[in-house]
């Protein structure tokens, strides 16, 4: 009972989360990710999203521009830069590092740490995305709520708490309760 209720709630959680971030709209930690993971495509589509939704963000440009220079799209990432430096020239939202790191690439100077990094963090090949993480908990309460109700049926099954067979104490369907004792006659 007690793991049917924690699987129910797992779902319904999982499917409340699902539903925020369809309706909330891609996040730059979304991009990130997608970028570090090495999906350019998915990352590039979650942010022209990003900017069809906040136009004038500086963050949202400066993202971008690292996004494009990460694909050698260093013209486009220049003019992204100059987008995001015109509404906030202090870059003031990024890393100082995030900001350096952007610079060389598109000045040419980029070493290799700078071409490794995206958002002031290392690129990285793989890895689990949350998405991922929450379909894994979502099947798993799943599968222990379908393994719940197919033991229901099995021969010796008691759920924890329901009651022993025969009343409380096992003795009969009396549950335990005395007999008068009779008494005279025969």
């Known amino acids: 009972m007690f793991a049917k209720t924690i699987a129910k709630l797992l779902l319904a959680a999982g499917l409340m989360a699902c539903a925020v971030a369809w309706a909330a709209g891609p996040s730059v930690d979304q991009v990130y990710q997608a970028a570090r993971a090495g999906n350019y495509a ?3 589509s979650l942010m022209d999203q990003v900017l069809r939704e906040h136009p004038d963000s500086a963050k949202a440009h400066f993202v971008e521009a690292e996004l494009l220079a990460r694909q050698g799209k260093l013209s486009a990432a220049r003019g992204q830069l100059d987008n995001a430096r015109r509404l906030d020239p202090s870059l003031s939202f990024a890393k100082p590092q995030a900001v350096q790191s952007l610079q060389a690439l598109l000045t040419g100077g980029g070493n290799g740490q700078a071409r490794r990094m995206i958002g002031g963090a290392p690129l990285r090949q793989g890895g689990l995305s949350w998405g991922l993480i929450l379909a894994l908990v979502i099947v798993a309460g ?3 709520m379908f393994l719940r109700a197919r033991n229901r049926g099995a021969a010796g099954y008691r759920p924890l708490g329901a009651p022993m067979p025969g009343g409380p104490m096992g003795y ?14 025969a």
């Open 42 to 44: 998915q990352a590039q």
């Open 142 to 144: 799943l599968v222990m």
């Open 172 to 185: 009969g369907p009396a549950g335990g309760a005395m007999m008068p004792l009779q008494t005279g006659g």
